[in-house]
């Protein structure tokens, strides 16, 4: 299995950016949409994606206001690496480009397709697709079709990064928390691209010589797997670097947002210990990046979680450390790189297609699914809200998933179908934020203790 990045020899110059003017003329990418994507990928993308408005949303009041907290070393939002490095990463101080870019378009083509300098006119030729993608990265251009590819690159701004750090003190002064679950976002992401592609590009099984290929795609069930291997890898990597800057640490973005902010009326649900059976006075570690890993391992590794194979030990090792009011800065930085490196080969077992048909086949999602129902659910629901939470949307991820993998439509009614939504309606109402706050209600949650004792 080949995971394209850019490969630049060391005395080399990484590509330039070109801009994506280059990208959106009529010829090329920038043709009328109606009922076409191919050919109109620019419009489509402008438009709907969120992502072609990432620098604009510098310029309004929220983020002049955050940058007057921040000071940002006496510049505005739109001026501040801090800022352009997720936001315009082309306009960053630091960004190589040919020429002064023309008003800047905030996380456009090249940001995630790659610099273009090296293979923007290669691309217009007839034999680009026959290219290996080993060929196409030497030019500077990434492989998306790599889901592993894929979810490396949007976790860079949506997890953070040592030059991307959305730590307590930016999310202090008003930007939101980070909390990224890969699937959720990809599945309500507007696509600029056919979505059959990506599926054609993951089948179930690959047919052999004589034999109908698989109707079913692995494609969402590599969403949502290797998604959450990757989250924990890019999160452990930033508790790395966090905790290496031993003058800034602790850094409270590595906690429970809710340890802290919370309603002061007696919690019903979260007074069961935690697994790391913390002392008074600390505060448990975020779980967000982390919470599914265990379910995920049970499937693929067996149920002991802290055996000698197991992908996530390093993170179990690693959680008791969060016990101490003040975990050791240098101990942490070691333990979180170390765990960090040690599910690499895990999310590459998910991203190949032949491990890939093993862990994530159809029998094995419907497994999985239904330990999302189950008594370790109930453990994890009782753990906190981040907790809570994931268990929601990766039963929807996963049932989702299962239904690709089997060539189903989502939206075919089956006999599970409707215990599972009659579940998750209610799961949503009480972690649902109530109007005006930003954080859960505690005595709320009390209504997720009994909701999931029989698996649909």
Request: aromatic share 8%; with cysteine.
């Amino acid at each position: 299995m080949f995971v394209a990045t850019t490969v630049v020899a060391a005395d080399e110059a990484p590509p330039k950016f070109v801009g994506s003017s280059s990208c959106a003329t009529a010829l090329c990418h920038g043709g009328l949409s109606g009922r076409k994507v191919v050919g109109a990928e620019f419009p489509l993308w402008a438009a709907r994606d969120p992502h072609s408005r990432a620098y604009s949303v510098l310029l309004n009041d929220r983020s002049k206001q955050m940058a007057a907290r921040l000071t940002l070393s006496n510049k505005t939002a739109h001026e501040s690496a801090e800022c352009l490095n997720c936001h315009s990463p082309a306009t960053a101080l630091n960004a190589p480009t040919i020429t002064d870019r023309a008003p800047p378009a905030g996380v456009d083509c090249e940001r995630c397709h790659g610099a273009a300098e090296l293979w923007l006119t290669p691309h217009k030729r007839k034999d680009w697709k026959a290219r290996s993608a080993e060929e196409k990265s030497r030019l500077g251009f990434t492989n998306l079709a790599d889901v592993l590819t894929r979810a490396k690159l949007c976790t860079e701004c949506h997890v953070g990064g040592p030059e991307r750090d959305v730590n307590h003190t930016l999310i202090a002064a008003g930007h939101p928390r980070l909390f990224f679950e890969f699937s959720t976002f990809h599945a309500n992401w507007p696509k600029h691209w056919p979505r059959k592609t990506d599926e054609n590009n993951h089948p179930v099984s690959v047919a052999k010589p004589n034999a109908p290929a698989s109707p079913g795609s692995l494609f969402e069930a590599k969403l949502w797997a290797v998604g959450q291997v990757i989250t924990a890898q890019s999160s452990l990597k930033l508790l790395s670097h966090r905790a290496a800057k031993v003058q800034a640490w602790p850094e409270f973005a590595e906690w429970n947002c809710y340890a802290c902010h919370h309603d002061l009326a007696p919690p019903n649900l979260w007074k069961s210990p935690a697994p790391e059976k913390r002392l008074r006075n600390s505060f448990g570690w975020n779980s967000w990046p982390y919470a599914m890993l265990e379910p995920l391992a049970r499937q693929t590794h067996g149920p002991d979680l802290n055996g000698p194979t197991s992908p996530i030990s390093g993170i179990l090792q690693l959680r008791p450390r969060f016990t101490k009011p003040l975990p050791p800065a240098e101990i942490i930085a070691a333990d979180a790189a170390a765990a960090a490196k040690s599910l690499q080969a895990w999310a590459e077992q998910f991203n190949q297609a032949e491990t890939a048909q093993k862990h994530l086949a159809p029998s094995s999602l419907e497994s999985l699914r239904q330990s999302l129902v189950s008594k370790d659910a109930q453990q994890l629901v009782a753990r906190d809200w981040d907790s809570a939470t994931q268990v929601f949307v990766s039963i929807i991820a996963v049932r989702y998933a299962e239904k690709a993998a089997r060539g189903v439509p989502a939206a075919a009614d089956e006999p599970s179908d409707k215990q599972i939504k009659a579940l998750l309606d209610t799961m949503q109402k009480t972690l649902d934020f109530q109007d005006g706050h930003r954080s859960p209600r505690q005595s709320e949650l009390r209504h997720l203790d009994t909701l999931l004792n029989t698996p649909p």
